[in-house]
């Protein structure tokens, strides 16, 4: 009886001490689609036990439903979306900052100088053509911002709404910056662009599936976004504008007042790992890794060589992103 006592007494003191282990998760609020997003969560939840409950929204969405939640914050960690929707998290009060035990590993122009948010990787903006329509009209893919104000894509081109999409942020910063931080001459490109725009989606990659199957003629996306419908094997062409797009990171924060902030603290960490940065090659998320040494796809290596990458200043971007969001609102698709 008494061996049969000690051995309970055992197995509860086993319970006790794992249970919170067993119990522990992170919240994650995500702008990557979850194709992207989930073998990457389900890695971790693989490794070390810990669930990660995820919900994915847009930028927009994301940063208005964090800041909505800042005195009781639902979410542990921001993983996954672009830069600019860090510097507005940052402006929002909404992160705080945390540097990684490999911070010294990652270069400087990936991460926030005071902390709040670093880069996971590396993405860039595109155009993506549906290689039929184009031959149908004796057209080559675009390879210019000018391009698209052509009569011929009249009512062919979609992209994303700047309202709910932090992809329609990099179109504005994208065409701000190709026009040499001229604002004025940007907002003037965008309202002629308007002319030809068929629809503006809701989400970034919204527009990808209509121009894989032929429903429109252009596509100004995300890399992976293409790369994934070209994977699928439909007939699309990717190409950049020679006046380049902005550089886009995608990153990771540490949401101010998370309540399993010690689990968050460690899934960051393990976002820096190479285990976990090989996984952006391995899973076919086709972006480039932050952490030097990491794998990298071939044909995302290949495609960043036509890219003309344009320095972005996150730090004004958090200061002058709702500005810009409005003007486009405002002036540009208010016909």
Same mark, same amino acid.
Not at 45 to 55: E, M, P, R, S, Y
Not at 99 to 114: C, F, S, V, Y
């Given at each position: 009886m008494a061996s049969t006592l000690r051995l309970f007494a055992s197995l509860l003191l086993v319970l006790i001490f794992a249970g919170p282990g067993l119990a522990q998760t992170v919240n994650v609020y995500t702008a990557w689609p979850e194709s992207?997003?989930?073998?990457?969560?389900?890695?971790?939840?693989?490794?070390?036990?810990?669930?990660?409950?995820?919900?994915? @929204?847009?930028?927009?969405? @994301?940063?208005?439903?964090?800041?909505?939640?800042?005195?009781?914050?639902?979410?542990?960690?921001?993983?996954?979306?672009?830069?600019?929707?860090?510097?507005?998290?940052? =402006?929002?009060?909404?992160? $705080?900052?945390? %540097?990684?035990?490999?911070?010294?590993?990652?270069?400087?122009? @990936?991460?926030?100088?005071?902390?709040y948010y670093t880069a996971v990787s590396r993405n860039t903006l595109i155009f993506m053509s549906n290689a039929k329509l184009l031959k149908e009209k004796g057209l080559k893919a675009p390879t210019s911002w000018n391009d698209l104000l052509d009569p011929v894509f009249k009512g062919q081109i979609q992209t994303a709404d700047a309202r709910t999409s932090g992809t329609a942020l990099t179109r504005i910063l994208s065409i701000y910056y190709a026009f040499g931080k001229d604002e004025e001459k940007a907002i003037d490109y965008q309202k002629k662009l308007h002319k030809n725009v068929q629809v503006y989606t809701k989400s970034g990659g919204g527009c990808t599936v209509p121009a894989s199957l032929g429903q429109t003629m252009v596509c100004i996306a995300h890399m992976p976004?293409?790369? $994934?419908? %070209?994977?699928?094997?439909?007939?699309?062409?990717?190409?950049?504008?020679? =006046?380049?797009?902005?550089?886009?990171?995608?990153?990771?924060?540490?949401?101010?007042?998370?309540?399993?902030?010690?689990?968050?603290?460690?899934?960051? $960490?393990?976002?820096?790992? %190479? =285990?976990?940065?090989?996984?952006?090659?391995?899973?076919?998320?086709?972006? @480039?890794?932050?952490?030097?040494?990491?794998s990298i796809d071939a044909d995302v290596q290949a495609l960043m060589k036509e890219a003309k990458l344009l320095p972005v200043d996150l730090e004004w971007v958090g200061k002058n992103r709702k500005r810009l969001v409005d003007r486009w609102i405002n002036e540009v698709i208010r016909d």
């Open positions: 992207l997003s989930q073998p990457i969560f389900k890695a971790y939840t693989a490794k070390t036990g810990v669930q990660i409950n995820f919900i994915r @929204l847009s930028t927009g969405e @994301l940063v208005a439903r964090a800041t909505a939640e800042k005195n009781n914050p639902r979410a542990d960690v921001i993983w996954g979306a672009p830069g600019d929707g860090f510097a507005a998290a940052k =402006e929002a009060g909404i992160i $705080e900052p945390y %540097k990684t035990a490999n911070i010294d590993k990652i270069p400087a122009e @990936l991460r926030d100088k005071d902390g976004d293409a790369m $994934e419908a %070209k994977k699928k094997g439909y007939d699309v062409v990717v190409s950049f504008p020679k =006046e380049g797009v902005a550089a886009v990171i995608e990153g990771v924060a540490l949401v101010k007042g998370a309540k399993n902030r010690e689990a968050a603290v460690k899934f960051i $960490e393990w976002t820096f790992s %190479k =285990e976990m940065q090989d996984l952006l090659d391995r899973n076919n998320v086709y972006m @480039l890794p932050t952490l030097p040494g990491a």
